[in-house]
């Protein structure tokens, strides 16, 4: 069980009870609070306390998310889509043949990586064309 000060939760307004002197709240929601207040199924929330149970664990589920969100669940699918291409991407890179420069294996930053493979290939292929012009 989770208890807070009731005077902390801006939803919260304190109600002048003139009959006792216990301090009474009530709901009330802001003006640029959804048209809905998202409360997971995980949590028993009582206002009058200002206290939460927490229930159990939020639990995994195809299609349904169990994270406080104020995001429907189409952003969430939008998101998990691009995660789920950007590993793909990662998965499928090139395997890039090591750079070896006068018999060693190194390895460069990519900028001068690239220029070194460029060089290295038109030289290959400048010697490729001087051996068809001698045959």
Known sequence: MITVDPSVIPVLKRVKNEKSREKIYKFSPVDYMQPWMFLPDYLEVNYAT????????????????????????????????WYVRRSKANRTKRHIKPLIINGRTVKLKSKFDRMVRKMQQTKRSEGKKKLLNQA
């Not at 200002?50 to 349904?64: D, I, K, M, T």
């Open 50 to 81: 200002a206290s939460a149970v927490f229930l159990r664990s939020p639990l995994p589920q195809p299609n349904h998310t169990e994270i406080p969100s104020p995001h429907p669940p189409a952003i969430h699918a939008l998101a998990y889509d």
